[in-house]
């Protein structure tokens, strides 16, 4: 949809969950995290946290088309609550821009659910 100023689109940002076994959450995060949408993205993420009988939260990146260091700092945050909360956090399927990103900044291992963390 164009905007009525007739400027550039603002990023799209959903979420699809699935509620797993065992008390895991997996989320889908598809489109684009940056200034415009990162709040969206740290209540949805600190929502999922704050689930009743949440035991891990899983972040599917796979349609995430970009992040940015705002939204790497939420991904950083939400990692820390969770971990104070004793709930696994991890993201998968990161892939193209979004992975680049993270290892760029160095915390890709960090946040990789694949690490065991």
């Known amino acids: 949809m164009d905007p009525f100023d007739g400027g550039t689109p603002r990023p799209e940002l959903r979420f699809e969950r ?28 600190t929502h999922a946290l704050y689930e009743p009988g949440v035991t891990r939260v899983l972040l599917d990146t796979a349609p995430l088309r970009f992040i940015d260091s705002n ?16 709930i696994a956090f991890g993201i998968v399927n990161a892939h193209g821009v979004v992975r680049s990103v ?14 065991g963390r």
């Open 18 to 45: 699935a509620r797993l076994r065992g008390g895991v959450t997996c989320l889908a995060v598809a489109g684009e995290v940056d200034m415009t949408t990162g709040e969206l993205f740290q209540e949805t993420l």
């Open 71 to 86: 939204g790497v700092a939420v991904l950083i945050k939400a990692r820390r609550s969770a971990e104070e909360q004793g």
């Open 102 to 115: 993270l290892e760029m900044l160095g915390v890709y291992d960090v946040l990789a659910a694949e690490s």
